[in-house]
Structures are given as structure tokens and as C-alpha cells.
């Protein structure tokens, strides 16, 4: 099956810093997800982006799909960005229809 | 009201017990998903579904089972509850019709269960 590779997997930033999450994937896809996972558990959904480039405010997504990577890019974080960032890939097979997830990339903001 | 809901948000149980988990959507979307996440990972697929009539396992279905019972309802059942079984779930929809249609999931705030 298709692999989906995170990193950096840890990030310790000071408030206000930006930052880069990069995923890498194996296989063509036709859905790209972000996804914030709080605290709480909660899994919050930044974009969607199989390929082009988004943004939302501070956050901004970027998915090269004939080179296979996406990037999500945070400006100026804050302490609530703190959490675990997934990406998530559906490949474009027939037949495959699930959301394979990477590890993650856990993001720490420190005031 | 959140779009995907699922009940119950926390659960404790023992070895042996049967559980459901249930999830109910107001999003008119045919597509519905399970999922378990364990510690430190990614997310897996147990059992997904396309409509009512339509059910399929996915990654890690062993153990678990499901039920549609209509297009906004989609329970997901372990029979006999075993400790590495606990883990954090979640239900996730998604729109779109047909095999290749692609549309973003969208989750439910999860169910933390824990098997003792």
C-alpha cells in the first residue's frame, strides 16, 4: 500500500516563530488531508488539498503532486497551534478508498 | 450541533464485555468510516461503508464488527472486548458518489476506550 512519510516527527518552536511540516507519499494520490489532532484528541481539518496551494489565515498548504510531497506552513504560531499535525493520503488505485495516515509531526509551542 | 457525532465520548469496560460505539451524522453524506488510533500513531481503518447496503472491512477489521442501520447511523461493535483493543476511535463521513469519487472525511470527535 501506499506509504506516507512525516517529519520532522517533533518540533519545539517559541511563540510567534514559523514553521514547515513536510509529508511525503509514495504513490499518486487523489486526496490529500491536514489535520490537527488538539490535546483533547480532537481531529480538527485544515485542508484539503490533493494538489495547489491553500491558505487559511496563518496556516497554508502546498501539495506537489507529480513530485509527491505536500508541505503546511505555520506563521507565527501561537501556543494553541500546539498538538499533533497529521497527513493523511488516499491513493488513486481502483479499489482504495481509505485515508492512510502518517505518524505525525508533534508540534510544541512554548510562550 | 457537531456534523459527526459520536457516543460515548469516554468508555471503561472489562475483558469479555460486548461494546458499541455509535455515530450519527447530519451531513447527508452516503460514505461512512471507522477508525482506531493507538499511541503515538496514524489512524486505522477497520470497517468503512457506502450506503446502507454497503459494507466492507478495511485494515484491521478483525475482532470488530458494524452496522448501517440507516444512511446517518453507523454503529461499530466489539464482541468480546480485549485489552489491546483499547485504543482512541473514530467515525468519519465523507460525500461523493461512485468508486472513484474523491471527497475530504470529516471526523467525529473520537471515543476513548479503555479494556481492563
Known amino acids: 500500500g501506499i506509504q506516507v512519510e512525516q517529519s520532522p516527527p517533533d518540533l519545539i518552536l517559541q511563540e510567534g516563530a514559523n514553521s514547515t511540516l513536510r509529508c511525503n507519499f509514495s504513490?499518486?494520490?487523489?486526496?490529500l488531508q491536514w489535520f490537527h489532532q488538539n490535546p483533547w484528541g480532537q481531529l480538527i481539518n485544515l485542508f484539503y488539498i490533493p494538489s495547489g496551494t491553500k491558505q487559511n489565515g496563518r496556516l497554508s498548504a502546498t501539495t506537489v503532486a507529480t513530485e509527491r510531497y505536500s508541505l503546511l506552513y505555520i506563521s507565527s504560531s501561537q501556543t494553541t497551534d500546539s498538538g499533533v499535525y497529521f497527513c493523511?493520503?488516499?491513493?488513486?488505485?481502483?479499489?482504495?478508498?481509505?485515508?492512510?495516515f502518517g505518524k505525525g509531526t508533534k508540534l510544541s509551542v512554548i510562550p | 450541533d457537531a456534523d459527526v457525532t459520536q457516543t460515548p465520548r469516554n468508555r471503561i469496560t472489562k475483558t469479555g464485555k460486548r461494546i458499541m460505539l455509535e455515530c450519527s451524522q447530519t451531513?447527508?453524506?452516503?460514505?461512512m468510516y471507522w477508525y482506531r488510533q493507538d499511541p503515538g500513531l496514524g489512524l486505522r481503518l477497520i470497517y468503512y461503508?457506502?450506503?446502507?447496503?454497503?459494507?466492507n472491512k478495511g485494515e484491521i477489521s478483525d475482532g470488530y464488527s458494524v452496522s448501517r442501520q440507516a444512511q446517518a447511523k453507523f454503529s461499530l461493535s466489539l464482541e468480546s472486548a480485549i485489552p489491546n483493543q483499547t485504543a482512541l476511535y473514530f467515525c468519519?463521513?465523507?460525500?461523493?458518489?461512485?468508486?472513484?469519487?474523491?471527497?475530504?472525511?470529516?471526523f467525529g470527535d473520537g471515543t476513548r476506550l479503555s479494556i481492563l
Open positions: 468519519a463521513t465523507s460525500g461523493g458518489q461512485g468508486p472513484y469519487s474523491n471527497q475530504p472525511q470529516h
Open positions: 451531513k447527508g453524506h452516503d460514505r
Open positions: 461503508s457506502f450506503d446502507v447496503k454497503d459494507i
Open positions: 493523511a493520503v488516499q491513493d488513486s488505485g481502483a479499489g482504495s478508498y481509505q485515508l492512510t
Open positions: 504513490d499518486s494520490v487523489n486526496n
